[in-house]
C-alpha cells in the first residue's frame, strides 16, 4: 500500500490532520446547505428553537406634546432598488431587492407657542378669533406588519459574504428609500390642508359647545 510520502513529491500529513480537513470541508458544505437550501427539506434536519432572551425595555425620556394630529395618511410603496458592480456581472456581484414598504404619515398643528396674542374674544363672549401656525408633516413611520421583501436576488460574491456578515441581506437601505418615497407621496397628497380643515373643526365644536356663536380660526 503505497501512502503519500512514498509518491514522488508528495508530503506526508497525520492523520489527524486529515480528519480535522475533513470535519472542515464537511462543516463548510453544510453552511452552504443550510444557507442556499441546496437540498430541499435538509434545513430542518436540525431544528430551530427561539427563545426572548431581551431585557425590560428601558425609560429614556419623557416629552410633552403641544400638538394637534388632525390627520393620518396610509401610504404604501413598492421599492425596486438594484446594485451593480462595475465590469461584473450580475451573477458574480450585484443585488436587487423588491420591498414592499407601507406606513403612515402623521399632519399636526403645534400650539405649544400660542398665547393671548393669537386669541381674540368679544366682551359678551360670543365670538371667537384664533390665529394659529401651518399644519406640518411629520415623518414616515413604517409598519413592519405589513412592510415586507417580496424577492431578493444575489450575487455569488454576496451571497458569499453573507455567511460571514452579522446582518446578511439587510434591508436596511430599502426601508430607508420606503421612508423617503412616503415622505415625498404625503407633501403632495392634500394632507395638510385636511389636516388645517380638521383642527378648525374641532375647534370650532369645542368654543361652540362653550356658548361661542362665531369662531373664526385662520393659519399663518
Known sequence: METSSARPGGSWRPWWQRIAVGLAVLAVLFVLVERFSL????????????????????????QDMDRYEAAVGNF??????EKDAAFLPDAIRGTRTLYVGA?????Y????ALDERNVTVNEDRTKASIRLPHAVLGAAALDPNRSYAVSKQR??????????SDNPAGEQAVQKLAAQHIDEAARESGLVE????NTTSMLQGLLRSLGFHEVAVSYG
Open 39 to 62: 437540498l430541499p427539506g435538509f434545513g430542518g434536519l436540525f431544528g430551530e428553537d427561539t427563545r426572548d432572551r431581551s431585557g425590560p425595555a428601558l425609560l429614556k425620556s419623557i
Open 76 to 81: 404604501q410603496v413598492v421599492v425596486d432598488l
Open 103 to 107: 406606513g403612515t404619515v402623521g399632519s
Open 109 to 112: 398643528v403645534d400650539m405649544g
Open 155 to 164: 450575487g455569488l460574491l454576496d451571497r458569499l459574504g453573507d455567511l460571514f
Open 194 to 197: 385636511r389636516a388645517e380643515k
